[in-house]
């Protein structure tokens, strides 16, 4: 069993579609323990040693957030800045976290085709999420493809919200019980849709 730690961002919860009913879910899992960063640190003050601590007793982490600017919200940022010290994550003795997996959980207001070669961003979200990747590479952890869902400001008419929050369920669940196969999931450029090519077949029946 792992233990899958989600460090949810949303500036504003209260106007959120898919984020808020998503983290709602994560919730209320076993085996996920589910962090509102805005929520703890309003004013950003990050207390570093509730997490470091977290991050040390989980082996899963998962920034929850929708897509601002082509990255996470601010205090993700500050989260990164504050939390992921030298001697803790990198550098001499820095190998707290070494062997942990990591991945953004993300929604973009912009559809899929956006994120493409050819599309109007010129990259797909993997390759826009570069920091997030070359961050954890750096602590020695291992970077997942984002889970994600696209055109999320249209989702609520178009009937998707439901089926990405049990997606999203089923995602947290597979984390905790070992079932995703992480070494593929890596390997992707998103997770997204059905994800049953991610699950170890025990998972899918
Ligand atoms: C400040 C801000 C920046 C945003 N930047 C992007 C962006 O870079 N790319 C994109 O596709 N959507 C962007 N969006 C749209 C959000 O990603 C979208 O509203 C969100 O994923 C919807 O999820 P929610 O219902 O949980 O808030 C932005 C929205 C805001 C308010």
Same mark, same amino acid.
């Given at each position: 069993m792992a233990k899958v730690l989600v460090l949810y961002a949303h500036p504003?919860? /209260?106007r959120s579609e898919v984020n808020a009913p998503m983290f709602? =879910? *994560?919730q209320s899992l076993d085996g996920v323990t589910a962090v509102d960063l805005y929520a703890d640190y309003? /004013?950003?003050g990050i207390d570093v040693d509730t997490e470091q601590a977290r991050l040390v007793a989980h082996d899963v982490i998962v920034f929850q957030h929708p897509l601002y600017w082509y990255s996470a919200p601010a205090i993700v940022k500050e989260w990164q800045d504050l939390v992921l010290e030298h001697g803790f994550a990198y550098g001499h003795d820095g190998d707290h976290l070494a062997?942990?997996?990591i991945l953004n959980a993300t929604t973009t207001g912009a559809k899929p085709e956006a994120y493409s070669k050819g599309g109007v961003?010129? *990259?797909d979200l993997?390759?826009?999420l570069i920091p997030f990747e070359k961050t954890a590479d750096l602590c020695g952890m291992t970077y997942v493809a984002p889970f994600v869902l696209h055109g999320a400001g249209r989702a609520r008419e178009e009937n998707r919200v439901?089926?990405?929050v049990e997606a999203y369920r089923t995602l947290l669940t597979a984390l905790v019980s070992d079932r995703v196969d992480l070494a593929k999931a890596s390997r =992707?450029?998103?997770l997204e849709g059905d994800l049953t090519p991610f699950l170890l077949q025990s998972e899918i029946a």
């Open positions: 504003r919860p /209260d709602e =879910a *994560a309003p /004013d950003l062997g942990k997996w961003n010129h *990259a993997r390759s826009l439901q089926m990405h =992707a450029i998103a």
